[in-house]
C-alpha cells in the first residue's frame, strides 16, 4: 500500500511538473556548495581597491568566478549589469578570476563587456575555498556563481550546465535573487 501511494505520489508530481505548474526555482536545490558560511578573503581589483566579503553584510552577495575566454561569462556580465541596475544598493556584485588571466587580459575584458562589477585577482586560493578543492580533487570549473545572503551565508550556487543554462544565460537569476531579499514591510493602517 505504501509503495502505491509513493507511486501515485510520483504520477501527481511527474503530471504537475509536466503541466508547469511547479514552477523550475523550486525544483532547483542549492548547490553542493551551498549552505555554510562564505569564506572571508580581500582581493584587489585592476584599480588594487581591496574586497572583503565582510564589507558587503547586510546585502545580497552575488560571487562569480570566471574567466576572462569565457563566453557564457561574458553573456553572464551583462546579466550581472541588469542585476546591479535593477537592485542597486540591495545587491553587491564581485567577479574573480585566476590566472592565467592578468591585469591586460581584465582590461580587455572590461572594454569589451562594458562591466562595471570589480573584477578581483585571485591566484587560486579563494577559488579553492568556495570549491572545497582538495589535492584529491582540485577542480575549479567556471563560470560558477555564489548567492550569499545577507548575514553571509552561501544559499545558492551555480556552475554552468545546460539544466542551468538560464542563470548564466537568461533572467533565471532574477528568481533566485528575489528569493533571498527580505519580504517588503507592510504599511501599518492608520
Known sequence: ??????????????????????PLSSLRAAGELSGRRAPGFSLADSSFRQHD??????RILILEI???????????????????AKYGNKVA???????????????RYIAQTGTTVPVLFDCGQVAASYFKATPQNPEI????????????????????????????EGTAIFAEIERLL???AKQRKK
Do not use: W
Not at 93 to 107: E, K
Open 141 to 168: 570549473h567556471v563560470p560558477h556563481v555564489f548567492l550569499v545572503d545577507a548575514e553571509g551565508m552561501i544559499r545558492s550556487d551555480f556552475g554552468y550546465t545546460p539544466a542551468t543554462r538560464e542563470i548564466f
Open 93 to 107: 556584485i564581485l567577479t574573480i578570476v585566476n590566472p592565467p588571466d592578468n591585469q591586460a587580459s581584465v582590461a
Open 66 to 84: 570566471m574567466q576572462t575566454n569565457c563566453p557564457h561569462c561574458r553573456t553572464f556580465a551583462k546579466i550581472l549589469e541588469q542585476v546591479k
Open 182 to 184: 527580505p519580504p517588503p
Open 1 to 22: 500500500m505504501l509503495f502505491r501511494a509513493r507511486v501515485k505520489d510520483m504520477r501527481c508530481f511527474s503530471l504537475l511538473l509536466v503541466a508547469g505548474l511547479l
Open 53 to 58: 566579503p565582510q564589507d558587503y553584510r547586510g
